[in-house]
DNA sequence: CCAGACGTTGTT
DNA sequence: GTCTGG
DNA sequence: CCAGACGTTGTT
DNA sequence: GTCTGG
């Protein structure tokens, strides 16, 4: 699974990775470094703007489907199954629709180690920064409308299968515009994507369990321990 | 027909 | 034990 | 994902 | 919104 996870890339570097336009910007301080960015956070996504172009947006982590009576489901939306996602309802409309990429340069996972839990910090071999295969919706109630999202996990391989048993897909640059392509609708045309991710280019090593609490942010939570 | 759910992970 | 908040 | 809360009435 | 369960 993925339920933490860091970007403190520049934002120069982040815009240049993901083309996306200066112009079209986000709050300045939502770009500022974060090591331990959780569920219900607002991060930051890549999508396809209706100029034809990419833009930069923020959503909640955790997506809230446009039909939702409430603005915060009651069930756990932060990640999508690539087994199931095209037919979950939660998910189906956005895995048509409404994909993106969700700029990251490393997660967490917890290893089961006897009865404790060891966090463990993956990043690329060369600590790029990469995209997890993301969806986005957008939930207008009575209050303004908000954006959302949710990471897509698959099956561990690779480094990852020796730490946990699932993993956030990770797309290759080679297939961020096929991904954010908004015509691409069918399922046999998208999972490849998903398929040819870049789990083989992945390092880890564990880390303190420092990372274990929200509050903690800074880089500390990624010294390896 | 209407009411109610709509999810993931890990652990047992 | 289970839900909410970050 | 983990950490932390988990409640009510009445009074200030 | 759309599917499942009763």
Redesign the pocket.
């Known amino acids: 699974?993925c339920?933490?996870f860091s970007l403190h890339t520049p934002e120069a570097d982040i815009r240049a990775a993901f083309g996306v336009e200066p112009s079209m910007s986000v709050p300045a301080d939502q770009l500022q470094p974060r090591y331990n960015i959780?569920?219900?956070?607002d991060i930051a996504v890549v999508r396809s703007s209706s100029g034809g172009g990419r833009e930069l947006a923020m959503a909640r982590w955790g997506l809230v489907p446009g039909?939702?009576?409430q603005a915060?489901p009651?069930?756990?939306?932060?990640?999508?199954?690539m087994e199931?996602?095209a037919e979950?309802?939660?998910?189906r409309a956005a895995f048509r629709r409404r994909r993106c990429l969700i700029p990251a340069d490393g997660f967490y996972?917890?290893q089961?180690a006897g009865d404790h839990?060891i966090?463990h910090y993956i990043q690329l071999q060369d600590e790029s920064v990469f995209a997890f295969a993301g969806l986005w919706d957008h939930w207008q109630g009575e209050q303004p409308g908000f954006d959302s999202c949710a990471i897509i996990?698959l099956p561990a391989s690779g480094v990852m299968a020796t730490i946990?048993?699932?993993m956030p897909a990770i797309l290759a640059a080679a297939d961020y515009n096929a991904w954010l392509d908004r015509g691409l609708a069918d399922k046999s045309e998208i999972m490849p994507l998903l398929e040819h991710n870049l789990s083989g280019e992945l390092q880890a090593y564990a880390v303190s369990?420092y990372v274990?609490?929200?509050?903690h942010t800074g880089a500390r939570c990624i010294e390896p321990r």
């Open positions: 699974m339920g933490r959780t569920p219900s956070q039909w939702s009576q915060r009651k069930f756990s939306t932060i990640n999508a199954r199931s996602v979950k309802p939660t998910y996972e917890w089961l839990k966090p996990t946990h048993s699932r369990n274990n609490s929200p509050k």
